[in-house]
């Protein structure tokens, strides 16, 4: 295995840039290679067989680079793809779901957690098994909120309509005593400081904020570390693909990553 | 030419069934072959090229049915794929943009027209186009309204955040002085009632909303009688297809069909 292959990481679309962004943080001499597969986003209200048909194409798009990993940096394809993904290479796939669900059970102080995303990775219950994996006596509740994905990509995060869609989420959420919250979608933790100053003001409790992007480049990290497969030390060379306009890619992704790309790449697949 | 080939109708997912609706309502002897393109939705986010591939993929799979018809239901694919749609099939292919544009010209008083539609229609500045062509003296307000796509499918419609949607939205198109405006989405007839009711209650002003799934059907009645086209009476045999889940088809699709389903058929494009 070649220390300085590249590690592979898609989404849907660009939220996965936050996933990408704390893997380059975390391992700043690696190189990475990033597709978001825009012209099919969102996945988060598609069948699991969509989901994995479209997943397998992502991976099998990124496999013809050299790697030593891939990540799996959207949640409903965590939830849903990974034996399938699993079975067509032979470098690790990491999803983002055990990672989340451990840091949960390590946040949590009541054993009670809340998870919120996109309905196909609710649906899944994913997140339910893998908490229960580890901490059997946990308590979940779970809920889908798929508008908060639109609201972010508006750019309507921080708005009176934003605080009301949150609260209508949330509070059924919040009443079952929830000290943890898993935020289960890339787009979510976008609302961090919204969600804190709901529960600050209308709740008065303290919810640890769960965000799975963290986890998971620290597992990576320690993955890498053990398998003794961390780069030489080099500026790392990072490539963008988007299966739709590479120019709307550049330029809401930005955002998500936190600076100018320096290229992105179309790709038809 | 059959009398009794079908009429294809598609759309990128379940709106377009309220077109499909309209058009049996209108013509109640002719066979329906409804196609929901639910694996890629929503088009209205996505570039044109993206648009016109996914749209070209649909007709070719149509166009294996002997048709007599083809409407694209989509305002988003109506917007930028005709031409693409026209070069691959000899039947008539009708969108939905100029009945909504001689519609809403037909409507107002004033002149001044408001169209709302997803970010990819009112891009393309058809609408405005359209309007134009039949009103030069016209003045045209378009504003993309996306969070009105999840707020539907949500089944958010008549609650307090789809009424702060609405007003944040409307209320620059109001403050221009329209008396008309354009629904350039299949799902956005779905607000007709809390539309008037923020019109009636925010802004003291008598707004037409124009719904072009009825100004459609009409349009395809008039083109069919005057190619003597209209099949013999007879019931029709409609039959509905979709990319993805067959089963969300069926339970989302009635609200917009207005009934169950006997069948829906998945095919993989």
Known sequence: ?????????????????????EIAREL???????????????????????????????????????????????????SVALPA??????????GVIEPGARAAVAATRSGIIGVIGQPGTIRSGRYESAILQVASAARIYSRPT????????????????????????LTPLVEKGIDTLVLGCTHYPLFKEQLNALFATEHPRDIVLVDSAVSIAVELRKLLTSQD?????????????ATDSTETFARVGRNFW????????HVDL
């Not at 993904?85 to 796939?93: A, N």
Request: hydrophobic fraction near 45%; charge should be neutral.
């Open 146 to 169: 798929p508008l908060l994905v639109p609201l972010a990509e508006e750019g309507w995060v921080g708005t009176e309509v934003a605080r009301l869609v949150l609260k209508e989420y």
């Open 28 to 78: 700043p001499g690696e190189t990475l290679i990033y597709l978001g597969d825009t012209a099919r986003l969102p996945y988060g209200s598609k069948s699991a067989e969509t989901v994995i048909k479209y997943a397998v194409r992502n991976v099998s798009f990124l496999a013809k680079s050299q790697l030593k990993a891939i990540v799996v940096a959207c949640n409903t394809v965590s």
């Open 85 to 94: 993904l699993r079975e067509i290479v032979s470098v690790p796939v990491l």
């Open 1 to 21: 295995m070649n220390h300085n292959a590249a590690i592979g990481v898609f989404d849907s679309g660009i939220g996965g840039l936050t996933v990408a962004r």
């Open 258 to 265: 936190g600076e100018d790309f320096p290229q992105v790449l």
């Open 229 to 241: 497969l961390l780069a030489d030390a080099q500026p790392p060379s990072h490539r963008f693909f």
